[in-house]
């Protein structure tokens, strides 16, 4: 058998490292010119780097890392929510990373190089057209010129290639734009003094304003981390289109996005200075899609963001590509017939992905804070006597049940 993987991101080429390891053929492909450290900080939670654990890559992301051990829910007041363990301190037996992302893409990446040869990755090659037959399924890649270069002939092929995936618009050719949220997602990382334990993240605020902190890897000294930091805040309405493409890579505009972090207080972190000591950062309109009635047609089937893209909430954008991959990757193992290890990987994985998608528009974990801030807008001297413990609980862990990453060890918030 071999698989024709389109897309150089985390989810195809960890799809490629995953057909590797039970012995199937496959050839990646990547529409840029090269597979370039893009993105600033993501998390990766322990379910998914079980997976990489398992394929021998933890030793790799401990280089160029942070163990995640501790994450805080604040208000925007900067009063505390929700607080608990992460990682391996919450009893997990592999860590939670907080990663540039264009580092883990890396680790992966040389790990694909190393186990199928250069030869196995492709770049420079857009997809222009596939058709499939009886026998197989034929790619057609193009240059950025327009020029044709090679097309490529599999048993099955993989649409691993992002939000704007050219599979899943030749599948869904009606389906239109991305849907946008009126929210604007700013990004970026600068070096930082440390802060509390110093591998600790912190989350402010609800889904309509919020501030994410959290350390993504050493810094310049042993007092200070590579800090990534977000500011995600509503600024349009949810039936406009986005002002801008969605694009990871648009330079944010410091004018546009002060005026909205005067309204967090995080007491542990000067959030208006950590910004202000960043030289660039990113802008990025918050779009997802609606999930769809199946990913597979034939011989062809979706991954990671091109088949459930979701808003970055509750850390799982990365770590559900992961997953599809081992699930994907499984699949093809064990089934008789291409067609059947398609059908069998979309009846696992598209119903989950589906209720994840679904829960992130809600808020995902992260619920919890909105829950606080819409009961005590002007905050409050009583956690409890506003929201539950139990209450708090069971938004935090019904949502870590949905994503498959549910805690080992519950610690109270204070």
């Known amino acids: 058998m071999k698989a024709i993987i389109v897309g150089g991101g985390i989810g195809g080429l960890t799809t490629a490292l995953m057909l590797r390891a039970r012995g199937i053929d496959c050839e990646l492909f990547e529409q840029a ?27 790799r992301l401990d280089e160029v890392a942070i163990r995640t051990d501790e994450l805080y829910y604040l208000t925007r007041r900067g009063q505390e929510v929700w607080r ?16 540039h992302r264009g580092r883990l893409q890396s680790v992966i990446h040389r790990a694909v190089v190393e186990r199928l040869g250069a030869d196995a990755v492709h770049t420079g090659c857009r997809l222009g057209a596939f058709s499939q037959d009886e026998g197989g399924v034929s790619a057609y890649f ?12 599999g048993d099955v092929l993989i649409g691993a290639d992002g939000i704007h995936s050219f599979v899943r618009r030749s599948l869904f050719p009606d389906e239109g734009p991305p849907c946008w949220n009126g929210l604007m997602l700013w990004r970026g990382a600068t070096d930082w003094p440390v802060f509390l334990t110093g591998s600790s993240m912190i989350v402010a605020g609800g889904l309509n304003a919020k501030a994410v902190i959290y350390p993504i890897a050493e810094g310049s000294s042993p007092a200070s981390r590579l800090t990534n930091w977000a500011v995600l805040v509503r600024i349009g309405d ?6 801008r493409r969605e ?6 505009k410091r004018d546009e996005l002060m005026p909205h972090v005067a309204g967090f207080n995080v007491p542990q972190v000067d959030l208006a200075a950590l910004i202000g000591a960043t030289p660039e950062f990113w802008e990025y309109p918050c779009c997802d899609r609606d999930p769809l009635p199946h990913w597979t047609s034939g011989r062809v089937t979706l991954l990671g963001d091109a088949a459930h893209p979701m808003y970055p909430v509750g850390s799982n954008g990365a770590s559900q590509a992961i997953l599809d991959a081992r699930g994907l990757a499984d699949a093809l193992a064990s089934a008789e017939h291409p067609r059947q290890a398609l059908l069998a990987y979309q009846r696992k994985r598209l119903p ?14 992260e619920g919890v804070i909105d829950a606080v801030e819409q009961l005590a807008p002007q905050g409050f001297s009583d956690l409890n006597a506003i929201l539950s413990y139990d209450a708090r609980e069971s938004i935090v862990r019904g949502y870590a049940a949905k994503a498959g990453f549910a805690a080992r ?4 918030a204070s």
Not at 47 to 52: D, M, N, P, T, V
Not at 84 to 99: C, H, L, N, T
Not at 238 to 243: D, F, S
């Open 238 to 243: 949810a039936n406009t289109p986005p002002p």
């Open 142 to 153: 193009f240059d950025r010129h327009g020029s044709h270069t090679l097309t490529a002939r």
């Open 33 to 59: 010119d090269s597979i370039r450290e893009l993105g600033v900080g993501i998390n990766t939670l322990p379910h998914a780097i079980r997976e990489l654990t398992g394929l021998g890559l933890l030793d």
């Open 352 to 365: 989950m992905t589906a209720e994840i998608v679904a829960a992130n528009r809600r808020g995902g974990p």
């Open 409 to 412: 060890v519950v610690q109270r």
């Open 247 to 252: 694009d990871w890579s648009r330079p944010g």
């Open 84 to 99: 608990e363990k992460r990682g391996m301190d919450a009893g997990y037996d592999v860590p939670q990373f907080s990663i």
